[in-house]
Nanobody, 123 residues
Framework: VQLQASGGGLVQAGGSPTLSCAASGRSFNPYHMGWFRQAPGKEREFVAGFSWTGFSTYYADSVKGRFTISRDNAMNTVYLQMNKLKPEDTAVYYC?????????????????WGQGTQVTVSS
């Protein structure tokens, strides 16, 4: 699976951009799909994820209620709608795919990664 993330950029605090992750090579349907982020000087962290069944979504506490993960199976694309952005949301955001046997919130269990897209939130 090849993943291509897009949609980042410079955003004012309170903004609502949407990140996209287009999968190619094969359908992402059999995989957990996740968004992770890494801020400067910090470890990569889980942001949001879709279970491989497509029925369950999971969020980090820091983004719960502000971010929404969704998917378009026909387009083989996963989205991350981000609302009420804060300066601490500034990071490189990555989409990733993991086998269904993996632990959805753990980045080391993911096999496929997009190239990352920078989101910078100005105050």
């Amino acid at each position: 699976v090849q993943l291509q993330a897009s949609g980042g950029g410079l955003v004012q605090a309170g903004g609502s951009p949407t990140l996209s992750c287009a999968a190619s090579g094969r359908s992402f349907n059999p995989y957990h799909m996740g968004w992770f982020r890494q801020a400067p000087g910090k470890e990569r962290e889980f942001v949001a994820g879709f279970s491989w069944t497509g029925f369950s979504t999971y969020y980090a506490d820091s983004v719960k209620g502000r971010f929404t993960i969704s998917r378009d199976n026909a387009m083989n694309t996963v989205y991350l709608q981000m609302n009420k952005l804060k300066p601490e949301d500034t990071a490189v955001y990555y989409c990733a795919a993991a086998p269904r046997t993996s632990t959805l919130r753990v980045d080391l269990t993911y096999d496929y990664w997009g190239q990352g897209t920078q989101v910078t939130v100005s105050s």
